[in-house]
C-alpha cells in the first residue's frame, strides 16, 4: 500500500518562511507530485506540482514566493514557502500520482495545517 507522510507545517508570521516535505513509502513509480491546499470555505486549489523530469508548474498566487523540487530517488516532494502572507493559510496536501504494478494510482497525503498570522 503507497503511503504519503507530510511534514512542516505550523504557524508562522507574514513574511517568514516554511518548508513542507511529503514521502511517499511503498512500491510506486512516481511520475508527478504535488501540493494542494483548502482555506476555510474555499475550494482546494492546486499550488504547485512537478513532473518526474523537474518540470514544475505554480498557481499564479505563488509565484515568485513558493518553489517545489523534488528527490526522484527518494520518492520525496519539497515545498519551499518563501515571504508567507495571511492568505497562505491552509491545510496543504501532497498529491502523487504514477504506477503501481503497471496500474495508474493516485495517493493523498493526510494534510498539514499553515498558519501565516502575526
Known amino acids: 500500500q503507497v503511503r504519503l507522510v507530510e511534514s512542516g507545517g505550523g504557524l508562522v508570521q507574514p513574511g517568514g518562511s516554511l518548508r513542507l516535505s511529503c514521502a511517499a513509502s511503498g512500491s510506486i513509480f512516481i511520475l508527478d507530485m504535488g501540493w494542494y491546499r483548502r482555506a476555510p470555505g474555499a475550494e482546494r486549489e492546486l499550488v504547485a506540482s512537478?513532473?518526474?523530469?523537474?518540470?514544475?508548474k505554480y498557481v499564479d498566487s505563488v509565484k515568485g514566493r513558493f518553489t517545489i523540487s523534488s528527490d526522484n530517488a527518494r520518492n520525496t516532494v519539497y515545498l519551499q514557502m518563501n515571504s508567507l502572507k495571511p492568505e497562505d493559510t491552509a491545510t496543504y496536501y501532497c498529491n502523487a500520482r504514477g504506477r503501481v504494478s503497471g496500474w495508474s494510482q493516485e495517493v493523498w497525503g493526510q494534510g498539514t495545517l499553515v498558519t501565516v498570522s502575526p
Open positions: 512537478i513532473t518526474r523530469a523537474g518540470t514544475p
